[in-house]
């Protein structure tokens, strides 16, 4: 099956700005580890349309891991805004500073050594190692545990059915090229073997694959019913100065948006939201509420704005100069609270206007 996989791969790979294509690697240029590994934990749970400006934007910006290990934190937080799931971008840093200071700048080679690295789990050891340095590591994410689900009509549900699925991958892969294997398989996923109305008729590996001869392909892997995801609730209080400065104070290290600038507020509960005071003296409006979903819990925020006076001293959080703020620097959930802010200070002084 790999000698088919790969005769596919070689004439169908996609082209991306982290990898190398098999032609450039039969002339002899060799995978970056450190665009590999990049690429790798910002495709965590975002898609590759999501993921192709950031990617650029970050090596245009820190091209070595040596450059990103010296890079300030909230400078790469903000580059970091929007790609959600920010524990990632705090071990981006934690592990590119390890690297830099314990290993010369230079990635260790095999899996095993990787895992020793913050932040650096089984899948994204595996994919270094295979992609970057050759070793006949197995790599399994989504699209490859659906290839391989299907391939051997795996019928048991997810998660159950990974370390199954895993060991599947594992009989795969081969010696020669696994580094080209492992991204033939996500491929084969991406843009074939997809959740909906595969492409079996021109898989190269539908010869072999169980699931097509029984005709259960569309219906694998099966998984479990998702538990109902929680609702909590907040509130978010987005003051600005005249001079448009902008009250925000930076959330704690651990925990859900951590060390990300966001907007004064309580804490979140499944209850509704209890009064939480002001983070400054000012007329503070409730001006509605903001709708987000994060990957265990649904959060519902009642945002309240507020003009503050220039001289306004806050008991929370600090005022960022309009010059120096960014609303892209924000997480997604945050500048959500600041469109709805803005839109309604807009209207109010429209309002005015009109008078």
């Known amino acids: ?149 299907r391939l051997f009509a795996v019928t048991t549900p997810l998660p159950a059915a990974k370390r199954e699925l895993t060991e599947r991958a594992a009989d795969l892969t081969p010696m020669a090229r696994p580094g080209d294997h492992a991204q033939a398989m996500m491929d084969l996923g991406a843009t074939i073997c997809t959740p909906r109305n595969p492409a079996c008729s021109i898989c190269p590996l539908s010869s072999a694959c169980r699931a097509r001869a029984l005709g259960i392909a569309a219906d694998l892997p099966a998984k479990s019913p998702k538990p109902v995801k929680p609702t909590r609730h907040g509130i978010a209080f987005a003051g600005f100065r005249r001079d448009g400065a902008a009250l925000l104070e930076r959330r704690p290290e651990r925990g859900l948006l951590g060390g990300m600038l966001g907007w004064p507020g309580g804490a979140w509960s499944e209850r509704a939201p209890a009064e939480a005071p002001p983070p400054a003296a000012g007329d503070w409006r409730r001006v509605g509420e903001v709708r987000h979903t994060f990957t265990h819990f649904h959060l519902v925020l009642e945002v309240r704005s507020a003009l503050l006076d220039t001289a306004a001293a806050p008991a929370a959080g600090h005022f960022v100069a309009a010059e120096h703020f960014r609303p892209a620097d924000l997480p997604t959930v945050m500048r959500k609270v600041h469109d709805l802010a803005q839109a309604a200070m807009a209207a109010v002084e429209g309002g005015r206007g009109g008078d």
Request: with cysteine; aromatic share 10%; charged share 25%.
């Open 1 to 149: 099956m790999s000698v088919a996989l790969l005769r596919w791969y070689d004439a169908n790979a996609r082209v991306m700005p982290w990898r190398v294509s098999p032609e450039d690697i039969r002339l002899g240029q060799r995978p970056d580890p450190y665009r590999v590994w990049l690429s790798e934990v910002m495709l965590q749970q975002t898609t590759v349309a999501a993921v192709r400006d950031y990617f650029r934007r970050f090596t245009d910006r820190w091209p070595t891991v040596r450059d990103l290990a010296a890079a300030e934190d909230a400078k790469v937080m903000a580059e970091w805004a929007g790609l959600g799931y920010y524990a990632r971008a705090r071990n981006l840093l934690k592990c590119a500073r390890v690297i830099a200071a314990d290993h010369g700048g230079r990635f260790p080679a095999t899996a095993e050594a990787l895992l020793s690295l913050p932040g650096i789990g089984p899948y994204t050891a595996a994919a270094i190692a295979a992609i970057a340095f050759d070793e006949p590591a197995t790599v399994v994410d989504g699209n490859v545990e659906r290839v391989v689900a």
